[in-house]
């Protein structure tokens, strides 16, 4: 019996190119592939980070050394703290999220290219807006425009007694500092040139900075992880205070640990810690500072790395030398 003929291929579709195989139905196509993300994204923390190869230390004509740019930062982070919890009366947690871009900004532009309140500015508001406590662009010119105007006055006043101010009001780098006189006003003119001008920049710098950290407005801050820290060696009872009592006999002193490891995290946030380690060593640091501080020791002798989880040996004491540097007086 003879064999039957073999089948003959299905012809492509029409539309097909020669060669090709007809495409799967459309539920069975596999998603395209997206495309990588041009921008410049900045890492949470990196053990990485070398302050001799930022941006403003790099920048030519004219670099600044990295102590001119940490000073730099610490100035503006002080005048970021300011305006948003005097002034603005922005939560703390917005506040630190401001500190955070503002630091992650500067990681990868150079304070010669961009004034730096102006940047505080824009921080400000956008920190308002990711925490969910935003504030009119208005207000916040008028408020930053004011205290910065206030501190300007109170420097020249202090240079014209033959002193030195290295307050949070000293002179942008691409700014120059008009010099006030005694009848200043410390408001700014809404209808004026320059009040349009600065909040134009501040709606500018705004979008820069969004690409500039990539839009990773979720930020993870110290002050969350030392409360649990706190909180869970209390009701261990892995720690005690001088007289060697428990805690929980004394909650006077479990409020004196946890507030003083936040006035640590506070001044951290002065410094480029952000950008080298994660928020809980962060926080573990601070903790560990303030027993110190407090006279506060773990139970039985034992060191306080052994409470202090997901931290080593080294970057605790990386950490502790940063915040005590910012903080012993000078």
């Known amino acids: 019996m003879a ?41 949470l923390a990196s ?4 302050e001799n190869h930022l941006p403003s230390v790099l920048h030519r004509p004219n670099p600044m050394t990295p102590e001119a740019e940490r000073q730099a930062r610490r100035r503006t982070c002080r ?20 500190t955070v871009f503002f630091h992650r900004f500067y990681v990868k532009h150079a304070f010669q290219e ?22 009119k662009l208005d207000f916040i010119v008028r408020e930053c425009w004011k205290l910065r105007r206030r501190a300007q006055q109170q420097q020249q006043k202090l240079m014209n007694q ?4 290295p307050g949070m009001g000293g002179a942008s780098p691409t700014a120059p500092m008009p010099s006030p006189s005694a009848g200043d ?61 428990p805690l929980l006999k004394n909650p006077q002193m479990v409020q004196e640990l946890a507030q003083n490891a936040m006035n640590f995290a506070n001044d951290s946030m002065h410094t480029t810690l952000c950008l080298q380690y994660t928020a809980n060593e962060i926080a573990m640091t601070c903790v560990y500072l ?13 060191p306080w790395i052994e409470l202090l989880g997901g931290i080593s040996v080294e970057d605790l004491t990386t950490i502790s030398i940063q915040i005590l540097e910012l903080v012993q007086p000078k």
Request: aromatic content about 4%; hydrophobic content about 30%.
């Open 3 to 43: 064999q039957p003929p073999p089948r003959r291929p299905l012809p492509p579709p029409r539309n097909a190119p020669p060669g090709r195989h007809p495409p799967p139905p459309n539920d069975a196509r596999p998603p395209p592939p997206r495309p990588p993300s041009t921008l410049p994204r900045v890492p």
């Open 47 to 50: 053990s990485h980070f070398d």
């Open 79 to 98: 005048f970021i703290e300011e305006a948003g919890q005097r002034s603005l009366r922005l939560p703390r947690v917005a506040v630190a999220t401001a």
């Open 114 to 135: 961009h004034d730096r309140f102006e940047v505080a500015m824009a921080c400000l508001l956008l920190a308002g807006k990711t925490e969910e406590s935003p504030k």
């Open 162 to 165: 033959g002193g030195t101010s």
């Open 185 to 245: 006003n410390l408001q700014i003119d809404p209808k004026s040139e320059e009040y349009v001008r600065l909040k134009e920049r501040v709606l500018l710098l705004e979008r820069v900075i969004l690409h500039t950290i990539g839009f990773e407005l979720s930020i993870d801050h110290p002050y969350k992880f030392l409360v649990d820290a706190v909180q869970n060696m209390n009701k261990k009872r892995s720690i005690e205070g001088k007289d060697g009592q």
């Open 290 to 302: 303030s027993g110190k501080y407090s006279g506060i020791r773990p139970v039985g002798g034992k």
